[in-house]
C-alpha cells in the first residue's frame, strides 16, 4: 500500500482521482469471479486509489510520479477480464484509461485510437466507411481496445481471421514506460507481440493501430440438431467453406442452450443448436448445407435488423458462461483449443467421457490457415482438485488449455513468458512497479 497518499495526491494535481473507498474497491474488480478458484485467491485485493487520466500527457505524468514514489500501478480498461488481470495484488493506483477516447484516424483496412476506445466505438466508425473491426470479444460493448490487446484472445470473427496474437491483427502500439522519465516508445512489425497479451506489465499502452475488415451486412441466424456430434460436424464444414463469409460459428451441447432464457422459443429441449453470424450475400448457400446434416433453422435476423432485439453473439464465446452462472453458480468454464489432427473425433471422445460434467461449447476459429474447434467448455465445479484432474485429462489427450482459473501469467494460455516480452519488460518497467506478482518471473523489487 502506499505510505504517503497525500503527497502522492498532491502531486497528481489536476488528473482525476478516485480514492472513495466502495468506488476504489468496484474499480479493483475485474470478472474472475466466473472461477471459484480465484475467488478466494483475489478476495481483498484491492488498489489505494484510482488515477484517471484524460490524455497521453497525463498518463506520462501518472507513470513519472509513480516510478518516483515506487508505487505499483495496475492498468485497466473497462475491468471486463476473467483471470484477475486488473485486480491490484499488492495495491497502488489503479490507472483507469477509459477517458482516452480519440479515434485519431480511420481509412480502408486499418485504424488508429487511443487505448480507451470502447471496441463498439470503433466499430462504428470504421463501418462509416465499410470497415469494421476483424474480430471482437463477446464484450465489445463495453470493453476498451488496450485491454483486449493486453489481456484477450480473439472472439467474434477469429473463424476468418484467427486470433489477435497472429501475426498482422496489431500493427502497431504506442506505450509509456514505467520509468522517472517515462519514454513513449511506438512498436510495430512484429515488435508490438513484446505488448501483445501482456497482461498489462509491458508498458502503458496509449495507442493502437489496428487492421480491419470488410464491413458485411451480418445475419444471424440458429440451426438446432438433434445429435451434437452431427451439429459440430455442421460446424467444421461451415467453417471450412472458405467461400462462405461468415464471423461467428458456435456449436452447443445440450443443455447449454437452457441457460438462455430468450432464446427458448427457437430452440427445442434436448436439441443442440448452431449459432452463426453469416453475411447477407453468402446465406443463399446455408440451407443446403443445413439440409446435408439434417439441421432446422428456427430462427433468423437480417442484418438490417442488427442492433435491435436479440443479439446471438452476446450468447456466445464467454459470454455463454455468463448466462449460465446467472442461472447456477456452480457452474465454472475452460479454455481450449483441439488440435487440427485430433479435430471432432477428440471433442466426440471428451463429451462422452464427462457426459453432463463437462458441457462442450464450441467456437470454430482459425489457426494457421486451418479451421480447429476452439471450447469454452461449461464445467460443473465440485472441488479444485477436481477441476484440474479434469485440466489434465484433456491435456493429456493433446487439448491445449488457456487455464482461466490462474492469476500467473505462466499457468494461464502463455506457459512460458515470451523472452522477448521479458527483455521489453525491463526495459519499460524497470522497477517493476507494473501489478507486481501476475508472473513468476518477474517478481517485485
Ligand atoms: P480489462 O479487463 O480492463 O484489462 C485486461 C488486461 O489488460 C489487464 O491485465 C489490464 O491490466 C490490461 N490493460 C488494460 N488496458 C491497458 C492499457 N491501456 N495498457 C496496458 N495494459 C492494459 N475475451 C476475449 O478475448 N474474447 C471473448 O470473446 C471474451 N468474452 C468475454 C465475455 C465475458 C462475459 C467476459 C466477462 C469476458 C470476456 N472476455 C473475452 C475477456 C475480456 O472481456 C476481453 O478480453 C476484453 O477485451 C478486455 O477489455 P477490458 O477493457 O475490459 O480490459
Known amino acids: 500500500t502506499i505510505k504517503n497518499l ?29 472461477s471459484p478458484v480465484l475467488v478466494p485467491k483475489l478476495a481483498g485485493k484491492v488498489g489505494d486509489i484510482v488515477v484517471r487520466p484524460a490524455n497521453e500527457q497525463e498518463v506520462i505524468k501518472v507513470a513519472a510520479i509513480c516510478a518516483e514514489h515506487r508505487v505499483p500501478v495496475t492498468v485497466r480498461g473497462a475491468g471486463t477480464g476473467n483471470y484477475g488481470q486488473c485486480v491490484p495484488l499488492h495495491g497502488g493506483v489503479i490507472l483507469d484509461m477509459t477517458k482516452l477516447q480519440e479515434i485519431l484516424w480511420v481509412k480502408p483496412g486499418v485504424a488508429r485510437v487511443e487505448a480507451g476506445v470502447k471496441l463498439a466505438a470503433l466499430d ?8 469494421e473491426m476483424r474480430m471482437a470479444p463477446s464484450t465489445y460493448r463495453t470493453a476498451t481496445i488496450g485491454g483486449f490487446i493486453a489481456g484477450g484472445s480473439g472472439g467474434i470473427g477469429s473463424v476468418q481471421y484467427g486470433l489477435l496474437g497472429d501475426r498482422g491483427n496489431l500493427l502497431g502500439l504506442r506505450v509509456v514506460t514505467l520509468e522517472t522519465e517515462p519514454r513513449v516508445i511506438e512498436l510495430r512489425g512484429d515488435d508490438v507481440q513484446k505488448v501483445n497479451h501482456a497482461w498489462g506489465i509491458n508498458g502503458i499502452i496509449t495507442q493502437v493501430e489496428i487492421p480491419l475488415g470488410p464491413a458485411y451486412p451480418w445475419a444471424e441466424v440458429i440451426v438446432t440438431f438433434d445429435d451434437f456430434i452431427t451439429a459440430a460436424k455442421f460446424g467444421q464444414t461451415l467453417a471450412n467453406a472458405d467461400g462462405m463469409i461468415k464471423k461467428l460459428v458456435t456449436i452447443f451441447a445440450s443443455p447449454i442452450p437452457q441457460y438462455f432464457h430468450p432464446l427458448q422459443p427457437y430452440i427445442p429441449k434436448d436439441t443442440h443448436p448452431a449459432f452463426l453470424i453469416v453475411a447477407e450475400p453468402s446465406l443463399e448457400s446455408l440451407p443446403g448445407l443445413v439440409q446435408q446434416y439434417s439441421g432446422q433453422i428456427t430462427y433468423q435476423k437480417p442484418a438490417q435488423e442488427a442492433g ?10 464467454n459470454h455463454t458462461t455468463l448466462h449460465a452462472r446467472n442461472v447456477d453458480t456452480s457452474l465454472t468454464y475452460l479454455q481450449s483449443i483441439i488440435p487440427a489432427d485430433k479435430g471432432l473425433e477428440l471433442v466426440a471422445d471428451l463429451h462422452h467421457y464427462f457426459g453432463d460434467e463437462v458441457m462442450v461449447h464450441l467456437e470454430f476459429i482459425r489457426v494457421n490457415g486451418v479451421v480447429v474447434p476452439a471450447a469454452l467448455q461449461l464445467v460443473r465445479y465440485s472441488t479444485e482438485e477436481r477441476l484440474n484432474e479434469i485440466i489434465r485429462y484433456h491435456e493429456a489427450k493433446g487439448v491445449f488449455i488457456a487455464n482461466p482459473h490462474t492469476y500467473i501469467i505462466e499457468d494461464g494460455g ?32
Open 6 to 34: 497525500d503527497v502522492l495526491i498532491n502531486s497528481l494535481e489536476g488528473i482525476e482521482t478516485i480514492t472513495e473507498p466502495n468506488q476504489v474497491a468496484k474499480l479493483s474488480q475485474d470478472y474472475h469471479t466466473f
Open 124 to 131: 462504428k466508425k470504421a463501418r462509416e466507411i465499410g470497415w
Open 308 to 317: 435491435k432485439g436479440l443479439n446471438l453473439a452476446e450468447f456466445t464465446w
Open 414 to 445: 502463455r506457459k512460458v513468458i515470451d523472452p522477448e516480452q521479458l527483455k521489453f519488460k525491463e526495459i519499460v518497467d524497470p522497477y517493476g512497479l507494473m501489478n507486481p506478482g501476475k508472473s513468476k518471473v518477474l517478481q517485485f523489487s
